[in-house]
């Protein structure tokens, strides 16, 4: 091989890598794993400005390449207007779909593919003045041909060097992605972005204007005044930070990073200011002299340098944090009420910060949440814990105070009183006491044997029956109800249910869930659930118990199939297995006992493998809450069908749990009473 021979080949490898450097950008089958796809970064670029750029034809392989996103580390100038080209290769399926074109930028552009503008964002004006900056929240919709493609973007940013100096970066970046998805995700970033930031705001200036309130009203406990500022910067970090992330505006960014850095430092200071004055802790004003001047002189750098203050902002927060710790522990161990609620603050914001921080330095969290949730959701919760335990220290604090207060009037009130009026009151407390316990001692005893009778009538467990789950629960009221269920399985292998709820309370209830008890183990077996209906009724009208009826449902399983019978109780609930759906069943009927005939009916529904099958008392829907609100029948099909994957166990403690969040404390009026069947065979 000659000289010219290795020339040649060295020729040819040179184009060939120079071809290679030159190859379109493939976006290929990309388009359909996300909802947006990143475009490269280094383009190659001009700071001149000419329409003829755009022109797909345009030679630009004499322009060096830069990363159009302008990163404050690089080396970069931004003069006036520039324009960046580079070539990207769509797959085939894209011809005739529409596409979303999302501008990620600091300034203000305008995107051409082979000549045409497709896409913008702010105005571009022939002086930097003129220049209109902004960044638009969604994707811009294109159509766009298959095949290789020209991009050009021109490009101004009169704010550049403001952002390179504030550590942003002032450039832009471009992403492209099928219009559903990628302008679905873009919706349920800002809708997501702005109902974090509006939650988290509100509920920090909630507590601010609370604790401020209580110090106006109260100057003597400063600590109010102390948490109210603590809150404040909550609600300023909160609302900054989440915010700078939904609107992506570049003039919010100058404006939040400064304003950041000094609710940070009114975060420490507030902290340690708080801290020490809800539990005692002496501070000689020339501490406090020297934390203020520090805050002060921390703050104006941090205005006009916030960037370059940062370190020291976070050095302050963890001083802040830390001292708050050492001061809650000291006073934990020292026995000092509320020590352990406020550490117990400290502690999950700890943790939440925490778990933020290791997502920030790389570490994989995504088992928590996605990364927004990781990063800035997780993080203020833990937050919002540590103002709700403070919060509650703080009233539990003002309580005592009033409690003291009240204590010492009611001395002086009892004190002043007469020998003589003291002794008669107190034989008449003593005589209404005692007819207080009888009274109460009688009613007891009823409602004991009420409630004795009513446990006794129910089936020990549930039968054990090849192919299915089922589960039994009743939590009775402070009041006894008389809700009552039993089963039957019949020789041919049918498996009958009844559930019921007697109208009253007391013995009187008791004695019809007996007598309901007996004539279900009587008429169970009927072949029609209609005559175990008719001859119930007329049985319990019979017996005379004047206004005592009996709601009644009577389910029976065979075959594949719920026959369903009703007297005045709710719709039974059936969960579909395959589908996740869940059908109602409500038949109409009058509660047993009425000395009226009523021509009852029932109802035959598909009960197949993974089925199941919901039969209740309306003791569970019309729980109340304090404000008298009932649960519902909706919610309660609700709460059925997002338990529904659960074990039979596990479902009914679901459902009566969240019935119990629901009703926030208030104790239940009624019975509540469940039954719980799986068609566990195989399909």
Not at 160 to 167: D, I, W
Not at 271 to 300: C, D, M, N
Not at 507 to 531: C, D, N, Q, W, Y
Request: proline share 6%.
């Amino acid at each position: 091989m000659n000289v010219r021979h290795v020339l040649l080949a060295a020729a040819v490898f040179a184009a060939s890598c120079v071809a290679r450097a030159d190859e379109p950008f493939r976006i290929g089958a990309a388009l359909d794993k996300a909802p947006y796809v990143a475009l490269p970064y280094e383009l190659r670029h001009t700071p001149q400005d000419d329409p003829a750029f755009a022109a797909p034809g345009f030679d630009d392989s004499a322009w060096p390449k830069q990363d159009a996103r302008l990163l404050p580390h690089q080396k970069w100038s931004l003069p006036g207007i520039v324009w960046y080209r580079t070539r990207i290769e769509l797959p085939a399926d894209v011809s005739g779909r529409p596409l979303a074109l999302r501008v990620l930028t600091t300034g203000a552009c305008e995107v051409y593919v082979d000549g045409v503008k497709v896409a913008g964002a702010g105005r571009i004006g022939p002086t930097p003045e003129t220049t209109v900056v902004e960044s638009p929240l969604v994707g811009e919709i294109v159509t766009l041909e298959p095949g290789v493609r020209v991009l050009a973007v021109r490009f101004a940013n009169p704010i550049a060097e403001g952002l390179r100096r504030g550590g942003f970066y002032a450039g832009f970046s471009l992403e492209l992605g099928h219009a559903a998805p990628a302008l679905r995700s873009d919706v349920d970033r800002v809708e997501r972005g702005a109902a974090g930031t509006w939650f988290f705001t509100s509920v920090f200036l909630s507590f601010a204007l609370l604790h401020l309130l209580l110090f106006l009203f109260g100057p003597d406990l400063r600590e109010n005044l102390y948490f109210a500022l603590l809150c404040l910067a909550n609600a300023t970090l909160g609302y900054l930070l989440m915010g700078k992330a939904v609107l992506r505006d570049p003039h919010f960014i100058l404006f939040s990073e400064p304003t950041m850095g000094v609710a940070g430092l009114l975060f420490a200071l507030s902290s340690v200011l708080f801290t020490h004055e809800a539990f005692g802790v002496r501070r000689p004003r020339a501490v406090t002299g020297l934390l203020l001047a520090g805050f002060t002189g921390l703050s104006v750098w941090s205005a006009f340098a916030a960037m370059q203050a940062v370190p020291f902002v976070f050095f302050s927060m963890l001083f802040g944090s830390a001292e708050a710790v050492r001061t809650v522990c000291v006073a934990a161990f020292r026995g000092k009420p509320g020590a352990r609620l406020v550490g117990a603050g400290i502690l999950a914001i700890g943790l939440g910060f925490g778990v933020g921080l290791l997502a920030n330095l790389g570490v994989d969290m995504s088992f928590l949440g996605p990364r927004r949730v990781v990063r800035a959701i997780i993080p203020f919760a833990s937050v919002v814990v540590l103002l709700v335990l403070s919060s509650v220290h703080l009233a539990r604090r003002v309580a005592a105070i009033n409690r003291e207060l009240r204590e010492r009037i009611d001395e002086v009130t009892r004190l002043s009183e007469e020998k003589l009026e003291k002794e008669r009151h107190a034989r008449a407390i003593e005589v209404s006491r005692k007819l207080l316990e009888a009274e109460f001692a009688r009613k007891a005893e009823e409602l004991e044997e009420a409630r004795q009778l009513q446990i006794s009538m129910l089936p020990g467990r549930p039968p054990a029956i090849p192919g299915f789950r089922i589960a039994a629960r009743m939590q009775t009221a402070s009041e006894v109800g008389g809700d009552y269920y039993d089963f039957d399985l019949g020789p041919d292998g049918a498996l009958t249910i009844a559930i019921g709820d007697a109208t009253g309370h007391g013995m009187r209830a008791g004695t019809l869930v007996t007598a309901t008890k007996s004539l279900f183990g009587a008429f169970a077996r009927e072949p029609e659930l209609i005559s175990t209906m008719t001859r119930a009724g007329a049985a319990l009208a019979r017996m005379n118990l004047r206004a005592l009826t009996m709601a009644l449902t009577i389910v029976r399983i065979k075959d594949g199939q719920a026959h369903i019978a009703a007297a005045g109780m709710p719709p039974v609930l059936i969960h579909r297995g395959r589908t996740g759906t869940v059908e109602s069943f409500l038949v109409p009927g009058m509660p047993l006992g009425a000395r009226t005939p009523f021509p009852y009916a029932q109802s035959i529904a598909a009960f197949g493998p993974g089925d199941t099958l919901l039969l209740m008392s309306d003791g569970l829907p019309e729980r109340l809450d304090p404000n008298d609100d009932m649960l519902g029948y909706e919610r309660t099909l609700e709460l059925f069908r997002e338990a529904a994957h659960r074990d039979v166990e596990d479902l009914l403690d679901s459902l009566v749990s969240q019935a119990g969040l629901f009703a926030k404390g208030r104790a239940p009026e009624d019975d509540v009473t469940l039954v719980v069947i799986r068609n566990t065979t195989a399909a």
